[in-house]
T-cell receptor, first 113, second 117 residues
Framework: DTGVSQNPRHKITKRGQNVTFRCDPISEHNRLYWYRQTLGQGPEFLTYFQNEAQLEKSRLLSDRFSAERPKGSFSTLEIQRTEQGDSAMYLC???????????FGEGSWLTVV | AQSVTQLGSHVSVSEGALVLLRCNYSSSVPPYLFWYVQYPNQGLQLLLKYTSAATLVKGINGFEAEFKKSETSFHLTKPSAHMSDAAEYFCAVSDRRSGAGSYQLTFGKGTKLSVIP
């Protein structure tokens, strides 16, 4: 069990550019989550996968955001045409099917300048 | 809809003093409740969880929390604060819906704990 792995850990990008974050969940965890955390706030749910199926999407996930989990293992979160308001930490988490504990990764910091 | 309220965005205690971080929740169904800790520039680490077993839950690093249904509270305590406890603490409630059963979390805004030597 190597934990949830995220990369890159930090990304600085210019407004209007696209960025992609990758998440590798704990092996054999069927469920994968993306959260966003801005300064001074708790994490907010963005989206959830069970295996390769994206089952839930928050209203926070605008059409500039897309998440995939093509083979039910790692996931990517892409933000197109980044805006300064996208600056945040993007947290990935995973849990087992039937498990009631969600395990978080170290997060990926995005700064849009 | 579920929600979590953490009273006090910033709490300061002296080293060796009692730590008490308050959390109240709102949920239309019996909840799962969690406390996570976040050190600067890091992700979230699970401290403890309540999943409808014992109402007094013990976690890592000497922390514990008590689920009080009548008060809709899940306050976090530690008898004696250490310098290493300085961090931000988040209370979260889980949605235990049937069907997808995603157990997604709704977090409070966090309480930053400072420990004074």
């Amino acid at each position: 069990d190597t934990g949830v792995s995220q990369n890159p850990r930090h990304k600085i990008t210019k407004r209007g550019q696209n960025v992609t974050f990758r998440c590798d969940p704990i092996s054999e965890h069927n469920r994968l989550y993306w959260y966003r955390q801005t300064l001074g706030q708790g994490p907010e749910f963005l989206t959830y996968f069970q295996n390769e199926a994206q089952l839930e999407k928050s209203r926070l996930l605008s059409d500039r955001f897309s998440a995939e989990r093509p083979k039910g293992s790692f996931s990517t979160l892409e933000i197109q045409r980044t805006e300064q308001g996208d600056s945040a930490m993007y947290l990935c988490a995973s849990s087992s099917l039937g498990g009631n504990t969600i395990y978080f990764g170290e997060g990926s910091w995005l700064t849009v300048v | 809809a579920q929600s979590v309220t953490q009273l006090g965005s910033h709490v300061s205690v002296s080293e060796g003093a009692l730590v008490l971080l308050r959390c109240n929740y709102s949920s239309s169904v019996p909840p799962y409740l969690f406390w996570y800790v976040q050190y600067p520039n890091q992700g979230l680490q699970l401290l403890l969880k309540y999943t409808s077993a014992a109402t007094l839950v013990k976690g890592i690093n000497g922390f514990e929390a008590e689920f009080k249904k009548s008060e809709t509270s899940f306050h976090l305590t530690k008898p004696s604060a250490h310098m290493s406890d300085a961090a931000e603490y988040f209370c979260a409630v889980s949605d235990r819906r049937s069907g997808a059963g995603s157990y997604q979390l709704t977090f409070g805004k966090g309480t930053k704990l400072s420990v004074i030597p």
